[in-house]
């Protein structure tokens, strides 16, 4: 089910923004100009839908410091609310803060948790909404797989999502089909090159057709690929970044390693040789070309670390990529937002600050509700 909109309110430097997806995304903006914030709101929904709501919160400081700190409406509520608009079906997700005691002795050691204020699945209709799911705060009503409204049968853990509690899916075949969506979504924003690195080292490796999130899996996934995955595309996309280099995965009693066979060189250049530039490169290459490309694929910055000659060639990976998936991609890079733009016909948008808040450029500010 790809993304039709993505709407977001009160968090971090997003006061309310919406935004209409197509299959190849781009957002550019300067750095604090709120990238990354909109990325790690849909990351939000696939951490929610693996129970993973809290931690990935309290990771970003904690649900106080991820709200909206701007000015707000008096008497309102202080609300993180992401929400997404797909072909059949559109999903909310509302969040607030753990409410403070005053009471001595009492003071809540995980004040810090969100608490899932409401939680809304509506399916698309002649052009109205049916409510398919309802939560306000422990408590939930849905519809069945007959179309009855039923009581969730559990009081619900406020910092996690309904996604996440749903004890019989098969009951409930639109929410189960919206957790399983969401958890196949995939996303790369950091991949660990330093020293100590998994990837600069041999590991042990099974067939890796998803590529970890760090990377840590390089030379497995790198293998796979070259084994029931597109191994003609892997070696354009070497022979486009590093003119004349080849690829080699060596496999030592089970052992995986990576290794860039370099002209001029008489030896190949090993995983721990490699500049953090080579390996990001090659870590996108892996996730770019997966044997099993997601619905979705979001990629934070993926010029991080990379020479401005690389752009060209991780624009056309990008574009690949878009064949199979619908793809998100964030970036200060105007040559790799160019590239991609040329090739898919996709219209960047462009984020700017105004008055601490994220906007897109040209567009009219919305009104908070």
């Known amino acids: 089910m790809p993304i039709q909109r993505l709407r977001i309110a009160g968090y971090r430097s997003v006061r309310q923004l919406s935004l209409e997806l197509g299959p190849m995304n781009v957002i ?17 929904l696939a951490a929610a839908a693996e129970g ?43 969040c607030g803060i753990v409410p403070f005691d005053p009471t001595p002795p009492v003071v809540d050691p995980f004040c810090l948790d969100p608490e899932v204020k409401t939680e809304h699945l509506w399916a698309i209709s002649g052009g109205r909404k049916v409510v398919l799911m309802e939560r306000k705060d422990r408590t939930a009503f849905m519809r069945d797989v007959e179309g009855k409204r039923v009581t969730f049968p559990t009081e619900l853990w406020s910092a ?10 098969h009951r409930f075949p639109r ?46 996934a790198l293998q796979t690929i070259l ?20 690829l080699e995965v060596r496999s030592e009693e089970g ?16 995983a721990a040789e490699l500049s953090d530039g080579t390996l990001r490169y ?35 990976l990008i574009q690949n990529a878009a064949r199979f998936s619908q793809v998100w991609v964030t970036t200060h890079s105007e040559a790799l937002a160019r590239g991609i733009a040329q090739a898919t016909r996709c219209e960047p948008m ?5 008055d601490g808040a994220t906007r897109v450029e040209g567009s009219a500010e919305e009104e908070p509700e």
């Open 28 to 44: 550019v903006g300067a750095n604090g100009s709120g990238k990354t914030n909109l990325y790690r709101a849909l990351f939000l």
């Open 52 to 94: 993973r709501l809290a931690r990935t919160l309290a990771e970003e400081g904690g649900t106080p410091s991820v709200m909206w700190a701007g000015p707000r409406q008096k008497h309102k509520p202080v609300r993180l609310m992401v929400e997404v608009e797909m072909a059949e079906l559109v999903y909310e997700l509302s």
């Open 160 to 169: 996690e999502s309904v996604l996440d509690q749903l004890g019989e899916p």
């Open 175 to 220: 929410l189960s089909e919206v957790q399983r969506t969401f958890s196949a979504w995939r996303f790369y924003h950091h991949f660990r090159t330093d020293p100590d690195a998994p990837m600069r080292h041999p590991r042990v490796g099974v067939r890796t057709p998803v590529l970890a999130h760090d990377g840590a899996d390089l030379a497995a």
């Open 227 to 246: 084994q029931i995955g597109d191994g003609r595309a892997l070696a354009r996309g070497i022979e486009d970044a590093f003119p004349g280099a080849k």
């Open 255 to 270: 052992r995986f390693s990576v290794l860039l066979h370099m002209p001029g060189l008489s030896r190949p250049m090993a």
């Open 282 to 316: 090659l870590c996108l290459l892996a996730a770019l070309l997966s044997p099993r490309p997601p619905e979705f694929l979001a990629l934070n910055e993926p010029e991080t670390s990379l020479h401005p000659d690389l752009m060209a060639p991780l624009g056309k």
């Open 350 to 354: 462009y984020l700017v600050k105004q």
